[in-house]
Every structure is written in structure tokens, then in C-alpha cells.
């Protein structure tokens, strides 16, 4: 049997909610309600045949509360004339939300919405657009709408999330809603206010004008003759500082791992940096870098290369150390396996090193081969960078 039973109109009104129209008419006023709901009824056949099952269909329908049902006349020989269901109508937003259980949820939506109307009318298209995620936010909102508000008497403040003050704002709070905080001042604060080439939650101080943490780098003079006031060589400098530095080195060696950073051995002329894996900008403000030689010292594996890749969308002159062939076969008895390899093309590699990446992409070698840099022997080290001309 296909009739249209009480839980298929309920299932019908469901997915307006889940698709957010039903919430989002309480936003625009628009053309929802009344609604027509799809109503498939008995045949002609099927009633005569069947007509107490058709009678008790008609009456599980017409005891549905908020629902208005449509009847129309049928006329059988033995019958007589009865009244059957032809249409089926959610005549309201309010009917719609109580046919599904959802009376509560709609009413708090609606006091958001009046809310938001009062306080940041330009909103009112994201909560017609995003409704439900309004809803999850019900409890937040409030604040949420304080911190719009606030930004749009304080546009770009050149302050520290930690100095906003809004009673009950947090700088946590605010760190834990970038996203949708994103979203809503995106559509509220003018062009000029907002920094667009910064994008993603990592970048909201930027984008909105706030003070960000310093990006810091750690370095080691590796020449003694070069030591700074006598520092003890294992140094941290905000990015600002480090740019304007200017050491007299030739080289510069940056290195992924800790340890193999701690133990870099001396070199005249030089300085050893750690590595932040993806994410070199912080050295781009170090104009003094491109006079130097840049030397890589990577894991051999997909990453590792990738990571050289756009070190050297930076600096184009940078040479990989210790991420050859010779010396992945040397220390085959230490091979790992990389976890999730990286199989995009990488444009910036010479061709020796473009060879080696792509047998470890393609798992020419061994599946999802890995050489990491703790596996090299010191002296092998050593050996690399006395070789050096």
C-alpha cells in the first residue's frame, strides 16, 4: 500500500526544516505557507475494494493536528457518497514547527532573528541563509552580535584579541567562533576594514586588524667567530628582529629535526635554522637571505620534498642536503614508512631530486618509503658538509 500515511507528511516537513526553508521564511516573510504537501491517495479501485482499509486511512489523517486536509466527493454504487482526502496543507510556520517537534527550536530561532533585526539588521540574510547553525549558536549569539558590533566601532584596532573588552567576551571566545565570526563580519564591516588577502581562521587578527603573536624563529650561530655578545648559540628572535639582523654568514642550513638542529656541527660562515615544516613566510622579511646559500635538510619522502618545494618559492636558490639517492640506499636498514604521502607535481625540484620523488609517490621503491633524518649516522653528516665547496 502507497498511500500518503501521517508519517510521510511529517518526513515532507522534516526536510523543509533540514533544509533550513522552514526556519528561514520566519526570516524573510516569504511564500512558504501555505504549503501543499505531496498527497498520493487510494485509487478508485482501491476504495472499492478495499474501503475499510480506506476508512481508516481517512481517519489517521484527518486526526492530524496541524495539518488542514483537503476533501473531495466519491460516489460508490454500494458505498454512497463519502468524503475523501484530495489534498493535504501546513497552513502556517507555526503548524509546520509543532507537526515535527520542533515548536521550541522555532521560537528561539524567532527570538534571534528579532534579536538581530534590532542590533545588526545586515545579519538577517546569513540567519535566512544558515539557520540552523544560528540555532546551534543560540546560546552565543547574543555575544556573538556584541563583537560584531564592537568591530564596527573599532575597525582594524591594532590591539590584542586579550584587550577587547565586552562584558562576558573572552579573548578565547572569540578565538574558539573565528569561523563564524568571519562570516558575520565579513558581510557587516566595510572593504576597507578588512584585509582579504588573509584568509582561513589561522589569519583572522590579520584580516580584521588586530595584533597577532610575532612569528618567532630559532637559529644557531654555527662560527664561533660570529657568536652574538657571547649568547649562548641556540637563540629565538620574533621575525622583525631576525630580518634585521644581517650576519655576516655565506650559509644557512635549515633543518626539520630538534636534535639534528642542537648537534649541527660548527661551519664557518654559517647558521643553522629550525625548520617549521609548511611555512617559510616568516623568513621572506630577511632580505639578507638571498645573498646567502640556502641548504635544506629534509626527511626523504614525499613531504620532505614538497616542504623544499616551497621553501624555494621563496628563495629559488635553495639546495637540498642529505635528500639524495646515495644516501637513502646507504641507510636502507633504517627505512620507516610515511604516513599520508603527498602526490602532487612539484615544479621546483631539480631533476635528481624530481627522479627521487616521483619513485617515492609512484612507491617504485618500497610502499610509502620513508628516510627520516635522526636515521642518518653524525659522521655521515659530517661527511656532507665537509664536502661542501
Known amino acids: ?42 485509487t478508485s479501485a482501491e476504495m472499492a475494494d478495499r474501503f475499510d482499509d480506506v476508512r481508516a486511512w ?41 507537526l515535527i517537534g520542533k515548536r521550541k527550536d522555532a521560537a528561539r530561532f ?13 545579519l538577517l540574510d546569513w540567519l535566512a541563509r544558515r539557520p540552523l547553525r544560528a540555532l546551534e549558536l543560540a546560546d552565543e549569539w547574543e555575544l556573538l552580535l556584541a563583537i560584531v558590533a564592537w568591530l564596527e566601532n573599532h575597525q582594524r584596532p591594532e590591539v590584542y584579541l586579550r584587550q577587547v ?11 574558539a567562533h573565528r569561523g563564524v565570526l568571519m562570516e558575520l563580519l565579513d558581510l557587516v564591516l566595510p572593504p576597507e576594514a578588512i584585509d582579504q588577502t588573509a584568509s582561513g581562521v589561522s589569519q583572522f587578527a590579520r584580516r580584521y586588524g588586530f595584533r597577532d ?4 624563529i630559532r637559529f644557531r650561530v654555527l662560527d664561533p667567530e660570529h657568536s652574538l655578545l657571547g649568547l ?27 636534535i639534528n638542529f642542537l648537534a649541527f656541527p660548527r661551519v664557518k660562515n654559517s647558521l643553522a635554522i629550525f625548520g617549521a615544516g609548511y611555512g617559510f613566510e616568516m623568513l621572506a622579511r ?45 641507510f636502507e ?41 635522526e636515521a642518518i649516522s653524525f659522521g655521515y653528516v659530517e661527511s656532507a658538509l665537509s664536502a661542501l665547496t
Open 213 to 216: 603573536k610575532p612569528a618567532r
Open 232 to 258: 649562548a648559540q641556540d637563540i629565538t628572535l620574533d621575525a622583525e628582529s631576525f630580518a634585521r639582523l644581517d650576519l655576516p654568514v655565506a650559509r644557512v642550513f635549515i633543518t626539520e629535526n630538534e
Open 286 to 330: 630577511a632580505e639578507w637571505l638571498s645573498r646567502c646559500r640556502i641548504h635544506y635538510w629534509g626527511d626523504i619522502d614525499t613531504h620532505g620534498f614538497a616542504i623544499l618545494d616551497q621553501l624555494r618559492g621563496l628563495f629559488c636558490h635553495a639546495e637540498s642536503i642529505l635528500m639524495d639517492r646515495d644516501t637513502l640506499q646507504t
Open 165 to 175: 573588552d565586552i562584558p562576558g567576551v573572552h579573548s578565547k571566545f572569540i578565538e
Open 333 to 373: 636498514p633504517l627505512w620507516g614508512e610515511e604516513g599520508k604521502q603527498t602526490l602532487r607535481d612539484l615544479s621546483r625540484l631539480n631533476p635528481e631530486e624530481a627522479a627521487l620523488y616521483d619513485d617515492l609517490r609512484d612507491n617504485r621503491i618500497r610502499k610509502n618509503l620513508r628516510l627520516e633524518q
Open 110 to 122: 524567532t527570538t534571534l532573528v528579532d534579536m538581530t533585526r534590532k542590533r545588526e539588521p545586515k
Open 1 to 42: 500500500m502507497t498511500w500518503t500515511r501521517p508519517a510521510d507528511l511529517r518526513a515532507q516537513v522534516r526536510k523543509l526544516w533540514d533544509r533550513g526553508e522552514l526556519l528561514g521564511d520566519l526570516v524573510t516573510g516569504g511564500s512558504l505557507f501555505p504549503k501543499r504537501l505531496v498527497l498520493k491517495s487510494p
Open 58 to 98: 481517512i481517519a489517521e489523517l484527518r486526526a492530524m493536528p496541524y495539518c488542514r486536509v483537503e476533501m473531495r466527493e466519491f460516489r460508490h454504487r454500494i458505498f454512497g457518497t463519502n468524503a475523501v482526502p484530495q489534498e493535504a496543507w501546513i497552513d502556517t510556520v507555526e503548524d509546520a514547527a509543532a
